[in-house]
Every structure is written in structure tokens, then in C-alpha cells.
């Protein structure tokens, strides 16, 4: 039985939405991060580094969400989330997979949403965040750009790279104004959001 340690409203977003996508029977493990269970014990010797999500696939413990869609649409190749390994478009989705995991989610949304990892100074804090902010808006405006025209980020069929995008996508209306000009972000967070997988991870984590 695979198993998810995720927290709601995290990146772990991406493998729970992918399990559903999937069918495939898993169990989740909320890991209360609000009260430092990411750092417990228990949970460490799963991921030294404290971090989540964490997929664990009977003897197979993975950390690194790119790794562990990657991991996850390899084991299920038939559900066609991702082309063959050795594939040009395979190739094209694991280059938006690091894209989006460097540029966006630690170049942009990291600094904005957690300062204090770049400077215990709070007085900094504000200018980490209006960098960062910038930094994330010029990181999606590349992918708002090359979506223009496209439903798709490659091919032309839903991917784990759109699948991806979507998480991060729907993280920026809480953002405000500053990011309402990227209308194909907008439009691809809409398909994402859509998705009876994408609803069934959404109800099943709860608030956020």
C-alpha cells in the first residue's frame, strides 16, 4: 500500500492530486506541521531533512515531489500522464518539472511565503518579500507565455508537468492584483481545478 505524508495546501498537493489521477488504493498521513510533527522523531527517519511530502511505496521511501511524480507515473505508465523515458516530450515535461520546481516554487513562492529562511533580521523580511514577488512574477510569465495559444505545457494532452503547474497556479489568487495580467495561468488553473481528481484531493485534505 503506497502511503502520502502531506500537509494541506502544500506541494504534496501534486502526488495526492496524481494518486487520484491514478485510482490506485493509497493511505494518507497528515503530518501536523503546525505543531512540528515534520520534525519528530518518527517522521525524520522518513526525511532527514524535515521536509514534505513523503511517498512511501512499500520499500521505497521518497522525498522530492518532482521525484516522486516522476516515480509515480513511471510504476503506472498506462494511465498516460507522461510519455515513454528516452521521448522528446518526455524530455520537454521533465525540463518544465525543474523549472517549475527551481524558478517558481523555490525562486519565488519559498522566499515570499517563508522570509525568515533567508534572514532572521525581520526588518528584512519585507524586502525578501517584494523580491521575491518579482522574481515569481517574471518566473510565471515565461510559462503564461509559452501557454499562449496552447491548452497544454507540451503535446497535446494533460501531463504531470500541467498537473504541477496547477498547485502552483492556484496558490496565486491569495496573492491579489499582482498577478491577474497572467490570463493563461488563469485559464490553466481553471482545467486543473476541474478535475474530478483534483476536487477528490481538494476535499479530502479540508482547509487550507
Not at 77 to 91: I, K, Q, T
Not at 130 to 149: F, I, K, Y
Not at 151 to 165: H, K, T
Request: no cysteine; net charge negative; aromatic share 8%.
Amino acid at each position: 500500500m503506497i502511503e502520502l505524508h502531506y500537509f494541506p495546501g502544500n506541494a504534496s498537493m501534486t502526488p495526492h492530486m496524481l494518486l487520484e489521477e491514478l485510482g490506485v488504493p493509497f493511505t494518507l498521513r497528515h503530518v501536523d506541521r503546525a505543531n512540528a510533527a515534520h520534525k519528530s522523531p518518527a517522521y525524520l527517519k522518513l526525511n532527514p531533512n524535515g521536509l514534505i511530502p513523503v511517498l512511501v511505496d512499500g520499500d521505497l521511501v521518497l522525498y522530492e515531489t518532482a521525484a516522486i511524480v516522476l516515480h509515480l507515473v513511471d510504476t503506472h505508465p498506462d494511465a498516460g500522464l507522461a510519455p515513454p523515458a528516452g521521448s522528446a516530450e518526455r524530455a520537454q515535461i521533465q525540463s518544465w518539472i525543474g523549472y517549475l520546481t527551481s524558478e517558481v516554487h523555490v525562486g519565488g513562492f519559498r522566499p515570499l511565503n517563508r522570509p525568515e529562511r533567508y534572514s532572521a533580521d525581520e526588518g528584512a523580511h519585507p524586502g525578501i518579500r517584494a523580491q521575491a514577488a518579482e522574481q515569481l512574477h517574471q518566473a510565471l510569465a515565461h510559462v503564461d507565455r509559452h501557454l499562449e495559444g496552447r491548452q497544454w505545457l507540451v503535446g497535446e494532452r494533460y501531463s504531470i508537468a500541467d498537473a504541477y503547474l496547477g498547485v502552483f497556479a492556484g496558490w496565486l489568487p491569495r496573492l491579489g492584483e499582482r498577478f491577474a495580467d497572467l490570463r493563461n495561468l488563469a485559464r490553466a488553473r481553471e482545467a486543473f481545478q476541474s478535475r474530478p481528481a483534483t476536487q477528490q484531493a481538494l476535499a479530502a485534505e479540508g482547509p487550507r
